[in-house]
């Protein structure tokens, strides 16, 4: 029961800051035809019930491969996409409308004792994409294949505000009636660019992507995503798929992306509202940065420092002081979570700088937040013209060796510093040319 509300509480923070936010989910048919797909639904409804506007765009080739196969016409593909002609769209059409019931019936599921007891979901779709023919690719002639030319968010907006869940299958409709059929993966990315979702996640065979020493990458820059993909034979192929339109999700608007295991119960969840999640995140912008603290940063601080001074490791502060000093203080972000700090007090008179308050959150500190910290405020002291910085500890003293630091005595502290030095505390002074 205790890890239960551990987990609690640590996912509380991710339910408040998805309130109200647009997550496009994408998945294939394959996920609408395993049994496992009542889970998926069960989490659709819990996010939905969280207040997370849905738009969930599905696949569907293994139903249309079925349907082919029945009446006996071949399948032909090329770069990837389906080559549609008349025969196939109709096998299209059919395999799109069994796709959709079945999502829509099993949303509309309110058994008791279930996970969707009580829920009342409202599906909605609709023609909400204009589409255009790819035309003849590489001398082959697509048809009725089709990508996507306009989108219609201001009708998709409208169903969200009045809380509906929005369906879209990959088909695209002309101004002159004709229909498309399109692919899943573009289709998702180009309706969460339109909406500036502020979630792009796809469910996929693998669980996420994987360096060359197949460890799983679980947060990627669209930087490094492009080098990856510059040599695509190292890439799963579901990888090689999904990853681009990742990519041109956040480079675009999208604030991250996610490539998920379709066969991992629950991914959406422990991806969502875990720290470590078990996919691949994509973001414009590496993850973790350090700027500036804000007024607005205090409560983030006090969490993160408040342990340590009970422990006797920091001197205390007072959220007055903290909320006075404030703009002395660097902050380390990780996904618009505080996750470490560190200030500067500068003596400029005597060229000295005081490294004080440098602190990372437990679940962060063997990922090298401290070291960054120590740098951003050493080239913060450096531009402000300073010789060097001193740090006060009591229980940090070989970090502080290993990174450059020497000891010193309270005599070589700023005359000011000396006076306010508290000979109970007994800290031990170290000191770091710049």
């Given at each position: 029961?205790?890890?239960?509300v551990?987990?609690?509480?640590?996912?509380?923070?991710?339910?408040?800051?998805?309130?109200?936010?647009?997550f496009?989910?994408?998945?294939?048919g394959?996920?609408?035809?395993?049994?496992?797909?009542?889970?998926?639904?069960?989490?659709?409804?819990?996010?939905?019930?969280?207040?997370?506007?849905?738009?969930?765009?599905?696949g569907?080739?293994?139903?249309?491969?079925?349907?082919?196969?029945?009446?006996?016409?071949p399948?032909?593909?090329?770069?990837?996409?389906?080559?549609?002609?008349?025969e196939?769209?109709?096998c299209?059409l059919?395999?799109?409308?069994?796709?959709?019931?079945?999502?829509?019936?099993?949303l509309?599921?309110?058994?008791a004792?279930?996970?969707?007891?009580?829920?009342?979901n409202?599906?909605?779709?609709?023609?909400?994409?204009?589409?255009?023919?790819?035309?003849?690719?590489?001398?082959?002639d697509?048809?009725?294949?089709?990508?996507?030319?306009?989108?219609?968010?201001?009708?998709?907006?409208?169903?969200?505000?009045?809380?509906?869940?929005?369906?879209?299958?990959?088909?695209?409709?002309?101004?002159?009636?004709?229909?498309?059929?399109?692919?899943v993966?573009?289709?998702?990315?180009?309706?969460?660019?339109?909406?500036?979702?502020h979630?792009?996640?796809?469910?996929?065979e693998?669980?996420?992507?994987?360096?060359g020493?197949?460890?799983?990458?679980?947060?990627?820059?669209t930087?490094d995503?492009?080098?990856l993909?510059?040599?695509?034979?190292?890439?799963?192929?579901?990888?090689?798929?999904?990853?681009?339109?990742?990519?041109?999700?956040?480079?675009?608007?999208?604030?991250?992306?996610?490539?998920?295991?379709r066969?991992t119960?629950g991914?959406?969840l422990?991806?969502?509202?875990?720290?470590?999640?078990?996919?691949?995140?994509?973001?414009?912008?590496p993850?973790?940065?350090?700027?500036?603290?804000?007024?607005d940063?205090?409560?983030?601080?006090?969490q993160?420092?408040?342990?340590?001074?009970?422990?006797?490791?920091?001197?205390r502060?007072?959220?007055?002081?903290l909320?006075?000093?404030?703009?002395?203080?660097?902050?380390?972000?990780?996904?618009?979570?505080?996750?470490?700090?560190?200030?500067?007090?500068?003596?400029?008179?005597?060229?000295?700088?005081?490294?004080?308050?440098?602190?990372v959150?437990?679940?962060?500190?063997?990922?090298?937040?401290?070291?960054?910290?120590?740098?951003?405020i050493?080239?913060?002291?450096?531009?402000?013209?300073?010789?060097?910085?001193?740090?006060l500890?009591?229980?940090t003293?070989?970090?502080?060796?290993?990174?450059?630091?020497?000891?010193?005595?309270?005599?070589?502290?700023?005359?000011?510093?000396?006076?306010?030095?508290?000979?109970?505390?007994?800290?031990q002074?170290y000191?770091?040319p710049?």
């Amino acid at each position: 029961m205790r890890g239960f509300v551990q987990w609690i509480r640590a996912a509380a923070p991710y339910v408040h800051a998805f309130r109200g936010k647009t997550f496009v989910i994408a998945f294939g048919g394959e996920v609408v035809a395993d049994d496992s797909f009542l889970g998926v639904i069960h989490d659709l409804n819990l996010l939905h019930s969280l207040g997370i506007r849905l738009v969930v765009v599905h696949g569907m080739r293994p139903q249309i491969e079925a349907i082919l196969a029945q009446q006996d016409i071949p399948s032909r593909y090329h770069a990837g996409l389906r080559v549609t002609d008349a025969e196939t769209m109709d096998c299209v059409l059919e395999a799109a409308g069994q796709a959709r019931s079945r999502i829509e019936a099993m949303l509309s599921l309110g058994m008791a004792n279930s996970p969707m007891a009580g829920a009342y979901n409202r599906v909605s779709s609709g023609n909400y994409i204009t589409a255009k023919p790819i035309g003849i690719v590489d001398g082959v002639d697509m048809m009725l294949t089709g990508e996507v030319r306009r989108i219609d968010t201001q009708a998709i907006q409208q169903r969200l505000d009045d809380a509906d869940i929005v369906l879209i299958s990959p088909l695209g409709y002309s101004p002159t009636g004709e229909i498309f059929n399109l692919a899943v993966e573009e289709v998702a990315m180009q309706v969460a660019v339109r909406l500036t979702a502020h979630k792009l996640l796809f469910l996929m065979e693998n669980d996420g992507v994987r360096n060359g020493r197949k460890q799983l990458l679980t947060d990627l820059s669209t930087r490094d995503a492009e080098a990856l993909l510059a040599r695509p034979e190292r890439l799963a192929p579901d990888v090689r798929h999904y990853l681009p339109c990742a990519v041109r999700a956040c480079d675009n608007g999208v604030k991250r992306a996610h490539l998920l295991s379709r066969h991992t119960d629950g991914a959406l969840l422990l991806e969502l509202f875990t720290r470590d999640g078990v996919g691949t995140m994509v973001s414009s912008a590496p993850l973790a940065h350090m700027r500036s603290a804000t007024i607005d940063d205090v409560l983030g601080i006090l969490q993160i420092i408040e342990p340590l001074e009970e422990q006797g490791v920091l001197v205390r502060r007072s959220r007055e002081r903290l909320e006075t000093e404030i703009e002395r203080f660097v902050v380390a972000e990780y996904d618009n979570q505080i996750i470490g700090c560190a200030a500067l007090y500068a003596f400029p008179d005597e060229r000295v700088g005081e490294l004080a308050a440098l602190a990372v959150h437990p679940d962060f500190r063997r990922e090298g937040y401290g070291e960054a910290l120590l740098q951003e405020i050493e080239s913060r002291a450096r531009k402000l013209k300073l010789a060097a910085l001193f740090v006060l500890t009591t229980r940090t003293a070989g970090w502080f060796l290993e990174r450059g630091f020497r000891p010193a005595a309270v005599a070589d502290l700023p005359r000011q510093k000396q006076a306010l030095y508290n000979y109970q505390r007994k800290s031990q002074v170290y000191r770091k040319p710049l």
